[in-house]
């Protein structure tokens, strides 16, 4: 490719809207546009990067075993309807209608979409374990887009989801995966560490994140210098109550008059805010698996579910409920469940009273959650007090340490968290019907690129790591449209170069040397090759890695061995 038929619009200035380096360099660089917030244009060189990336992850995913497909971005809303999630998303899905009326979400994850595919088309055993993934846009109304490509609206994710007749089988694909993204990552040049990770609005019991390190990153990693523990503090971390304008709850329970919040209790009983909901919570076991309440206390409910660490909560009719219990409508409290509880002979039972009105538990809707399932797994309590130098709790000799990462991978066990929602079923081996066991997995395609800027810049710019550089290698010719022999030589060079397999970025514009290798250290590029009247003279080329300090004179047998 040759510079002066390249779209390549370079910035000298550093954007006053950009605060990480990633974001000024990408911008600078000619790599990426911003259209609005959140939402970016992949200028030539920039997809090119991002092009890169898509390709090992999808080596990856092959050699693992999954298979390719592509889902659309917009999605029926009925399927969130089915899964609850419609209600319990939030604003950071955006719904919009179509001209009949009808709700429809872009996606911000496909759960829903490949459970409905999956409920469709599978129907025995034979067909399991499957893998699918697709590498897609998705769409995420962040409250506070920023950093560029790192937190944006609209991104890319690779995301794949896997299928199960048993426990098994799911934990023998995650952790196929698992090893997968750790190829991933390592092949993109990225030093990284997987860690226990909570399971958010996905939600599902076993779950890992992937960090990239860097100290711009939104997370605190707390790890041991010893073992291979590492935590997102997050899990550990006490949620902030929610208070009625937070975007969490559903629009229009949000701010809503006449609903108590936890606080306002707090205040009138003089205790805090946590021991408001402990006293509401009514034990009937010390480890309970549900937690029911009704609908017009959700904000309550969310309140709850943020004290005890959790914000996945599914939303059951209050039929639902009362199938599940097996109790009559409007029941009064746990004294009143049957024992042993209908649902699941070894299920304990956690009653959320409806303190609002003073009312007991009855009405239109239950809120509900699996509490082993739905809740994060209980920590080392002394996770987010961690202090620098800490004891390892999982190893007698390390030591803690807390560095920043940015989340650039996500891998879940779902279970039938969604399968049993949408009745994903199969026939087992036994020739019953069953519902199977699903796992997704996620990579933020497109923040991995801001996210690995993060990690390889210097002064003068980018520096990519081999296997996600635009171009391999970058040459310079000197006054290229003064001398046709430079430009010539110039030419031959890339042509070698090519024929070899690598993709070479030739800079034949008619600009001054030091704009020429300013635009060259700008874009990271891992080789430069620079070409002037005075090395042709010499018949050598002077040479310099991205990230060397010095020049090196060789000779164009040199050039050819160094570059393979
Ligand atoms: P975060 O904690 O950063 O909000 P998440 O936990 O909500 O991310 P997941 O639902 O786990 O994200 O999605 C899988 C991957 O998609 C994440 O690991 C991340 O790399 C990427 N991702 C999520 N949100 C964004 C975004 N707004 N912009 C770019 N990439 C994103
Ligand atoms: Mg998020
Ligand atoms: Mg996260
Ligand atoms: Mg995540």
């Given at each position: 490719m040759r510079a002066s038929q390249f779209f390549l619009p370079t910035l000298k200035e550093t954007p006053?809207?950009?605060?990480?380096i990633s974001h000024q360099l990408l911008l600078r660089g000619g790599f990426i546009r911003r259209l609005a917030s959140g939402l970016y244009t992949w200028l030539p060189l920039g997809l090119r990067v991002l092009r890169k990336v898509e390709g090992v992850v999808r080596e990856e995913m092959e050699r693992a075993g999954a298979q390719e497909v592509l889902m659309p971005v917009v999605q029926p809303a009925e399927l969130w309807q089915e899964s609850g999630r419609w209600e319990l998303y939030g604003p950071e899905l955006l719904r919009l209608k179509d001209r009949h009326q009808r709700d429809f979400c872009l996606g911000p994850t496909h759960e829903e979409v490949i459970s409905d595919l999956a409920r469709r088309e599978i129907r025995s055993?034979?067909?399991?374990p499957l893998n699918l993934y697709q590498v897609q846009t998705k769409f995420r109304d962040e409250i506070r887009p920023r950093f560029g490509l790192m937190r944006a609206r609209e991104f890319i994710m690779k995301d794949a989801y896997s299928f199960h007749i048993d426990q098994d089988s799911l934990r023998a694909t995650y952790q196929e995966m698992y090893d997968a993204y750790r190829n991933i990552f390592t092949r993109l040049g990225l030093e990284f560490r997987a860690v226990d990770a909570d399971t958010g609005a996905i939600g599902g019991k076993a779950s890992h994140e992937f960090h990239v390190l860097a100290?711009?990153?939104e997370d605190a990693i707390v790890h041991c210098s010893a073992c291979d523990y590492a935590a997102n503090q997050e899990l550990a971390r006490s949620r902030p109550l929610l208070d009625s304008s937070d975007p969490l709850l559903p629009a229009e329970q949000r701010a809503t008059p006449g609903i108590r919040t936890v606080e306002d209790q707090a205040k009138v009983l003089g205790i805090s805010p946590a021991q408001v909901v402990k006293s509401l919570l009514v034990f009937a076991?010390?480890?309970?698996t549900l937690l029911l309440l009704r609908g017009d206390d959700e904000l309550n409910l969310i309140k709850a579910a943020r004290v005890l660490d959790a914000d996945t909560l599914r939303l059951a009719s209050a039929e639902e409920t009362r199938e599940l219990l097996g109790v009559p409508f409007g029941f009064l409290g746990p004294k009143d469940l049957p024992a042993p509880l209908p649902i699941v002979a070894d299920q304990r039972v956690l009653v959320l009273r409806n303190f609002s009105t003073g009312a007991n538990i009855g009405g239109q809707h239950w809120l509900h959650l699996n509490w082993e399932r739905d809740l994060p797994r209980p920590q080392a309590a002394d996770l987010r007090n961690v202090q620098v130098g800490d004891a390892c709790p999982h190893c007698a000799t390390g030591s803690l340490g807390i560095r920043r990462g940015i989340e650039v991978g996500h891998v879940f066990q779902?279970?039938?968290?969604?399968s049993e929602k949408l009745g994903v079923r199969v026939l087992n081996e036994a020739g019953k019907e069953q519902v199977v066991l699903m796992g997704c997995y996620g990579i933020g395609v497109s923040r991995i690129v801001a996210a690995a800027v993060e990690q390889n810049f210097d002064e003068r710019g980018i520096c990519w790591p081999a296997t996600m550089a635009p171009f391999d290698v970058g040459i310079v010719a000197i006054q290229a449209k003064k001398s046709p022999t430079v430009l010539a030589a110039a030419e031959a060079m890339m042509a070698r170069l090519e024929a070899k397999g690598l993709q070479v970025f030739l800079d034949?514009?008619?600009?001054?040397p030091g704009v020429q290798f300013a635009t060259m250290d700008l874009i990271g590029l891992p080789h430069r090759l620079v070409i002037s009247e005075k090395t042709l003279a010499q018949n050598l080329w002077e040479y310099r890695g991205r990230r060397d300090s010095e020049n090196h004179l060789i000779s164009e047998a040199e050039v050819l061995s160094i570059l393979q």
């Open positions: 006053a809207e950009a605060e990480l055993y034979r067909q399991l100290d711009s990153g076991d010390d480890k309970p779902l279970g039938t968290r969604y034949d514009r008619d600009e001054r």
